[in-house]
């Protein structure tokens, strides 16, 4: 997640975002900061889902590659209802775009 625009972000707008703090409780589950918008990485959330789901930061494709197409797949098959992908700004040529 350091690798995101919003790894040191507390808020989106009035929305306060939900994060894992690294830390268990007592029954093991996972302890999480207050939020009502949940910022994790694809590999933490595999298994989960949430009707709507926001992949940021994307990288444009580069070269196929196993473990990259399984991560943005996982990453999609998490949305029961709504996707939305939001693309690193100059990631993908301007040509791509039209």
């Known amino acids: 997640m350091g690798r995101s625009i919003f790894s040191e972000m507390e808020r989106v707008g009035n929305y306060r975002l939900r994060r894992f703090t690294g830390?268990?409780?007592?029954?093991?589950?996972?302890?999480?900061?207050e939020g009502q918008l949940i910022f994790?990485?694809?590999?933490?959330?595999?298994?989960?889902?949430?009707?709507?789901?926001?992949?940021?930061?994307m990288d444009a494709p580069g070269p196929p590659g196993?473990?990259?197409?399984?991560?943005?797949?996982?990453g999609m098959t998490?949305?029961?209802v709504r996707l939305e992908i939001l693309l690193k700004r100059g990631s993908w040529p301007a040509e791509a775009m039209l």
């Open 40 to 57: 994790d990485s694809v590999g933490r959330f595999k298994g989960q889902e949430a009707p709507a789901v926001i992949l940021v930061d």
């Open 78 to 80: 998490r949305a029961t």
């Open 66 to 74: 196993v473990r990259d197409t399984r991560l943005v797949f996982s």
């Open 23 to 33: 830390d268990y409780d007592l029954f093991g589950n996972q302890v999480f900061t």
